[in-house]
């Protein structure tokens, strides 16, 4: 090298001579004078944001040696009396607003920040503490985020944003607000957080440290190998920290053909990915509705329920069914419900990231091997750009087709045109509580739900009105794009979410291109918003304090009891049992209003809880607003939990299956079927209204009845 491409200067006494594009803190480092620093890391763009390392140039102020070049004739100082009292002010202020010690140095002693403030000799600092406006995160699984230890030193977002390019982290806020943010200021364990790890080594204090050892164990499968898990696409970039602390969580399964690697209505916590080998999955439940026939004549005849296959007993509305959905990258075809899963397929999403149960049984159709993991782990997985590239690209390859044409509204869409939205589609992820689509918002997408349930609501002056829960296979946003291009409602994630996205311009294209669906599409609109104008109407002809609490404004259709006639004899509740195998779908106890007792039967609520979670999507709610329960319902019972008033019932029914051990012959086995009050359809009125002997017993209309008793508030109109 050249002596005119050198630079000559003095640092602490000592002439040094350094290119002239260095810094004068490499030239101090490069000849062993040590400046101390926390927002620096050797070979990163210096950015001077800490201004530990100022050191003395000569001026009326001090420079930031890690950004200052240095020059020819230079005299520096970095032992100056002066440059030690700044130091020790700014470490001084640093550790104002840091918990000391903190987590990194109770686990391991070596924050960066500490350490230094006992060499500069700050042990207690004389400015009053104050606490970060955010506090600790503690969502993700495998980081947990202090941050009231944050220095604002930057080295975390350089470490994610240059080093590994995720893109994650950034500042936000001004002044004393100034934090770290994760995406769009979301917290870490919502975020597209990879787990990656580089944020945690990068960061100098407690700020970011690992979390400890995850001690749940799986009881089957082998111990997987760390080094051979990050070999395999699905965990590329994945932190090989984070699968150490969580290899328990994560075990290797071996099936040989015809074993049962889950099955339908059980619960669990894991999800699956196949690595080789093919499965089976498919629906053992009867594919039935509960049916209620009468024997005898006179009309408090004992009634027998049985299932009644789909031919025999076929709703209207099933004509136009396609698939049924399930827990898996597949549909299951109505008419044979069957399908085959494959390697790359991931399944038991639902069940293993909201604790629902398991919506299908699975079954190795050759020998398979497959992991079996835990929510820590899928969460990290779902988070991994190489899966999530190769979960989207199995959907658009295998699953598009059957998820439009579930949906009836779009089953003449022709294949071309769903060929031409393959690579324009977006599957869009959401943890609970996420708002998908705001109220007012401008209408840029429809959506159709893959996994998952959407709550819709409205704000109204009053409060929240909700007006519906959709699972997998329905759709929202048709309305604001069919009118006037704001949205109509708010879309809220309840739990573990995924939506398909398509983009207002290819809606356009849609309507355009086929009449028919945008006539459908319409009608449905309409539908769902005189659904919403009468829910409203109803919501405002009531004092709503009271009719709220109550939980009555719910319901479409209630069996009240008169007290001031009723004897409690148990008539309507014997009556009720006597129609149904003995089974009751009437309980005498319930909320009260007045003088009425409003039995425990079912409601036919506007915002039936009962349809949330639904692993197969089996129990809706008809345009009419009556809540029904298809025959493809597996038994699982979350239906019947989550009725906040008990109105659902599992009737167990024997029906011949063929024996696993023994495929040639059937066997006898006792499978159930949620069931609720049919208000005795076999007769002109429900047995338990008919067999009250005192009148006391009353099937009404919640909303009539009761603003009759109290009275519509005055000057507000029903349809407002």
């Avoid at 944050?150 to 994610?160: A, F, K, M, S």
Wanted: hydrophobic share 35%.
């Amino acid at each position: 090298m050249s002596s005119d491409s050198q630079v000559q200067l003095t640092i602490d006494g000592r002439p040094i001579s350094v290119p002239s594009d260095t810094t004068i803190f490499d030239a101090a480092r490069i000849h062993g004078i040590s400046i101390p620093t926390l927002c620096h890391q050797q070979n990163e763009a210096p950015v001077g944001v800490c201004r530990v390392c100022a050191v003395d140039v000569g001026g009326r102020v001090l420079a930031a040696s890690c950004i200052r070049l240095a020059e020819n004739g230079m005299v520096i100082s970095t032992t100056s009396e002066k440059v030690r009292n700044v130091r020790r002010t700014l470490v001084e202020l640093l550790m104002t607003d840091h918990p000391s010690p903190c987590a990194r140095q109770r686990q391991s002693g070596d924050c960066e920040l500490e350490m230094l403030a006992r060499t500069e000799g700050v042990t207690q600092p004389r400015f009053a503490r104050r606490l970060s406006p955010r506090g600790q995160d503690d969502t993700s699984f495998v980081i947990s985020v202090d941050h009231e230890a944050c220095i604002l030193c930057d080295r975390c977002i350089r470490g994610c944003d240059e080093i590994r390019h995720n893109d994650v982290l950034g500042r936000r806020g001004k002044g004393y607000q100034t934090g770290i943010a994760f995406d769009h200021n979301q917290p870490m364990g919502y975020s597209s957080c990879v787990s990656c790890g580089e944020c945690m080594v990068s960061c100098p204090t407690g700020a970011l440290t690992n979390k400890s050892v995850v001690k749940t164990v799986l009881p089957q499968g082998e111990p997987v190998n760390v080094e051979e898990l990050l070999q395999l696409p699905y965990f590329q970039k994945v932190s090989g920290t984070f699968l150490d602390l969580n290899k328990n969580a994560i075990v290797l399964r071996r099936f040989r053909k015809g074993d049962i690697v889950c099955r339908e209505g059980e619960y669990g916590s894991t999800a699956f990915y196949i690595l080789q080998g093919k499965a089976q999955v498919f629906l053992s439940a009867p594919l039935a509705h509960v049916k209620t026939e009468g024997g005898a004549t006179g009309f408090l005849s004992k009634l027998t329920s049985r299932l009644a296959g789909r031919r025999e007993n076929r709703r209207a509305e099933e004509a136009d069914r396609r698939m049924i959905p399930i827990d898996a990258p597949v549909d299951l075809p109505y008419e044979n419900p069957v399908a085959e899963l494959g390697p790359g397929d991931l399944f038991g999403e639902m069940t293993c990231m909201s604790l629902y149960p398991r919506s299908a049984t699975v079954r190795a159709a050759t020998d398979c091997t497959m992991l079996e993991m835990l929510r820590n782990v899928l969460d990290i997985m779902q988070r991994n750009k190489t899966l999530k590239a190769q979960i989207e690209e199995n959907y658009r390859r295998r699953a598009l087709d059957d998820h439009l044409r579930s949906v009836p509204v779009f089953a003449t869409l022709t294949q071309d045109f769903i060929d031409s939205l393959r690579d324009r589609v977006e599957l869009v992820r959401y943890s609970k509580g996420d708002v998908i689509c705001r109220q007012g918002d401008i209408a840029d997408s429809f959506y159709l739900v893959r996994i998952g349930f959407v709550k819709v609501s409205e704000i109204h002056p009053g409060g929240e009105l909700v007006l519906a829960y959709l699972g997998r296979g329905g759709y929202f946003g048709e309305m604001g794009l069919l009118g006037e291009g704001r949205r109509t409602a708010t879309c809220t994630a309840l739990d573990h979410v995924e939506v398909v996205r398509i983009h207002g311009e290819d809606f356009h294209r849609m309507t355009l291109a086929f009449p028919e669906v945008r006539r459908s599409l319409e009608a449905v609109a309409q539908e769902r918003e005189e659904q919403n104008r009468q829910r409203l109407a109803a919501a405002s002809s009531v004092p709503l304090e009271r009719f709220l609490a109550q939980g009555l404004m719910e319901a479409q259709s209630l069996l009240v009891l008169d007290l001031e006639r009723c004897t409690r004899c148990d008539n309507c509740v014997r009556a009720c049992a006597d129609a149904h195998d003995g089974v009751t779908r009437l309980i005498r106890e319930g909320v009260r209003f007045d003088k009425y007792l409003v039995a425990t039967s079912c409601r036919q609520c506007r915002d039936p809880l009962c349809m949330v979670g639904c692993p197969v999507g089996s129990i809706r709610r008809r345009n009419s607003l009556e809540v029904i329960i298809e025959d493809w319902c597996i038994g699982c019972g979350l239906c019947a939990k989550n009725c906040p008033y008990g109105n659902i019932n599992m009737h167990p029914f024997t029906v011949y299956a063929k024996d696993p051990a023994a495929p040639e012959r059937e066997v006898a086995v006792v499978k159930q079927k949620a069931t609720s009050c049919d208000l005795c359809t076999e007769h002109v009125e429900p047995s338990c209204v008919y067999a009250c002997p005192h009148d006391a017993a009353h099937r009404v209309d919640p909303n009539t009845f009761f603003s009759g008793l109290v009275g519509a508030p005055q000057g507000r109109s029903a349809d407002r």
